[in-house]
């Protein structure tokens, strides 16, 4: 561990979250969705989709296009299908929902897909496609985002850096776990780097003049006051591969297209945007333009443990396949899976994101974590 990271209880995290989005006007219901879905990326190791992703809620109240008292509601459905209407709510509160409808039209259905629009971030999407793999079926989901990354051979943002996660039931095995995002970086890696006097881990920034690409975040840096993840950049996003490129195309068709919510990346309110919405109340879109949640079923279509079986003789043999020198074969999702199986208590944080969290986000609402810490001590102390 080093000065970057500090070690969290889990539950202490979870609590303070649920704090201040009842705070903000959140039901207990919303909260719980927040606080759980950023817990879990924690429990995955994904840290820049940990706490610090709390600022984007932050920044959508701030400009006026997230409503933390709103309930997402179902305004069409068939079978085997829903739309979601956000409401405007966090993109937390309207995954959980469709994640559950996806989940139990699929008992049925075999397949179902949910559509999802007008709701903000969501984070990482693992703690919705788990949901599906606890009930021993598939699932796929994503939103797109605003403009973070540049067609491939391109040098202006107008696609997204979208979060996508699938996940495939297994047995005695890690599942087949896919939980990345289909481009490059995001704005989480740009504060990073700034703030850790760090390059970049690719030379994936395209300078809006000369069209170079660097690894050096400094001079494209645009830092939101009073936060510790959430940054603008004035450069472009390298896409660096066409596979990626391809990839990222495909599920903009998914999130917003196809999608009879959906904003396409184009259409959502830049980083700009939101810094002029701050600072001169101009208006903004939501922060996520539409989103998706395919579950499938295959307990309709031959026996679930003939599914778990084949799932873990392929992990198997991709686990035993001859190593390179000086390599190891890594299962994807592994080390997340582990610790979930592990129940794992404490959780690493990132130290900018811990500070503006409490500091800024929870200060406005009266709240210290010195305060928060003690009034989870004593619930502890009752249980």
Same mark, same amino acid.
């Given at each position: ?38 817990? #879990? ?6 840290? %820049? ?8 809620? !932050? ?31 966090? *993109? ?22 949910? =559509?999802?629009?007008?709701? %903000?971030?969501?984070?990482?999407? +693992? ?5 599906? #793999? ?7 989901? $994503? ?13 202006? %943002? ?7 996660? $699938? ?21 989480? &890696? ?16 395209? &300078?809006?003049?000369?069209?170079? /690409?660097? !690894?050096? /975040? ?26 990626? =490129? ?9 999130? +917003? ?15 700009? !945007? ?6 001169? *109340?101009?208006? +903004?879109?939501?922060?996520?333009? *539409?989103? =998706? =949640? ?7 279509? *031959?026996?679930? &443990? ?5 799932? &873990? ?43 503006? #969290? ?17 009034? #989870? ?7």
């Amino acid at each position: 561990m080093t000065d970057e990271v500090r070690v969290e209880k889990l539950g202490f995290l979870e609590y303070a979250i649920e704090r201040v989005v009842l705070a903000a006007g959140g039901s207990q219901e919303h909260a719980r969705c927040v606080a759980q879905a950023i817990g #879990f990326a924690h429990i995955q190791g994904k840290l %820049n989709q940990g706490l610090g992703v709390y600022e984007v809620l !932050d920044l959508a109240l701030g400009v006026g296009v997230l409503d933390m008292a709103a309930t997402p509601e179902v305004i069409e459905e068939g079978p085997a299908w829903a739309v979601v209407d956000g409401k405007g709510s966090s *993109g937390y509160y309207a995954l959980n929902i469709m994640a559950d409808i996806a989940i139990e039209k699929a008992r049925s259905s075999g397949i179902a897909i949910v =559509y999802g629009g007008n709701h %903000n971030d969501a984070g990482s999407f +693992a703690a919705y496609v788990y949901k599906a #793999f606890e009930q021993d079926m598939m699932a796929i989901a $994503s939103n797109n985002t605003p403009p973070l990354a540049a067609p491939f051979g391109g040098m202006e %943002n107008v696609l997204s850096c979208p979060p996508f996660d $699938s996940i495939v039931p297994s047995g005695e095995e890690p599942p087949i776990w896919a939980s990345l995002k289909f481009g490059e970086f995001y704005d989480a &890696d740009i504060s990073e780097a700034v703030l850790h006097n760090k390059p970049m881990k690719g030379k994936w920034l395209i &300078d809006p003049l000369t069209g170079e /690409a660097t !690894d050096d /975040a400094r001079p494209y840096a645009q830092p939101y006051e009073g936060y510790g993840r959430v940054w603008g950049y004035s450069c472009a996003g390298q896409i660096e591969t066409p596979r990626t =490129y391809a990839l990222n195309l495909w599920n903009e068709a998914m999130t +917003a297209i196809v999608n009879p919510l959906g904003i396409p990346a184009n259409e959502i309110s830049d980083t700009d !945007d939101f810094q002029r919405a701050l600072k001169e *109340g101009t208006k +903004a879109t939501t922060t996520v333009g *539409g989103s =998706y =949640y395919l579950c499938i079923n295959p307990a309709m279509f *031959g026996p679930i &443990d003939a599914v778990k079986a084949r799932a &873990d003789s392929f992990v198997g043999a991709v686990r035993n396949c001859k190593p390179r020198p000086g390599q190891r074969i890594r299962i994807p999702g592994e080390t997340a899976y582990r610790n979930l199986k592990n129940n794992s208590e404490e959780i690493e944080v990132l130290t900018n994101h811990w500070q503006p #969290f409490f500091e800024n986000i929870a200060g406005k609402y009266g709240l210290t974590e010195e305060g928060i810490r003690a009034d #989870f001590t004593a619930l502890e102390k009752t249980d």
